[in-house]
């Protein structure tokens, strides 16, 4: 089934020269069924290539998906044009009289900044604490599971010697959690990141549970036991160059940034790199959309939070 998104959005040309099916929003006006509602909070500055990577992992699914994008209005977005904020984003005063089947807290690149000192944050606390009466279950990614473990379980963040890059192996550690159903023994997920929660301080909270993590990478994937939040630290939805933008930015920026590990084939920034984590990320999307959304959320959704 597809996704459906306004028609002028630019992720919609993307997606459908990519064969990936998006319904219009004529033909999904005229379908008896009820959508999957799936709210996006798109804390990244490169706000179109984050909304792209996120929208082609949920429109390869077989669940119908309505998405609203959502941004911080306390927050002025520098990389990405009003015109195109003020067409396709809400603010949160817009849409939290609404109730959501799912939402998608993405990363932000303020990892080095304590919580408190983020410019939005007590607006993402807001969304967060409505989330946990008006959304059937978040799922967070990289800074944003780092800011959702805060919030929701007091976990805190801890800085790391230098940036973590680079595509990493993985193991399950709960085989039975149908989130990793379908993954590998060992799976790859690119990471990019200054900070890390330990793994001891999600085991120790009786509230959550580990579910895979890197002997690189440490903690890559922990979850709620009520399934309501899901915290994935790594990057899973990336495109195949991001990491190379990413580093070739901050060398631009003078930063000496180290090569990402395991990405470019020998270490050499003049080679393609090989993607290994598509597959991986759809199935995380899927899955989480399927055994814990589409099956568990009221089809009533004005009974969400009740």
Known sequence: MPIRIPDALPAT???ENENIFVMTEYRAMHQDIRPLHVLLLNLMPTKIATETQILRKLANTPLQIEVDLLRMASHDATHTSAQHLESFYRTFDEI???RFDGLIITGAPVERMEFEEVDYWDELCE???????????TYHICWGAQAGMYFHYGVQKHELPEKLSGVYAHEVVKHTSPLVRGLDDVFYMPHSRYTTV???DVEAHPDLEVIACSDE????IAKSKDSRNFFVFGHGEYDRNT???EYKRDCDKGLNPPIPSHYYPNDDPTQTPICNWRSTAQLLFTNWLNYYVYQATPYDISAIGK
Request: net charge negative; proline share 0%.
């Open 198 to 200: 330990d793994i001891a």
């Open 96 to 98: 939290k009289d609404r």
């Open 127 to 137: 969304v967060m604490d409505w989330a946990s009466h008006n959304v059937f279950s």
């Open 243 to 245: 990491l190379g933008e």
């Open 217 to 220: 990478a440490g903690l890559a």
């Open 13 to 15: 040309s993307v997606l």
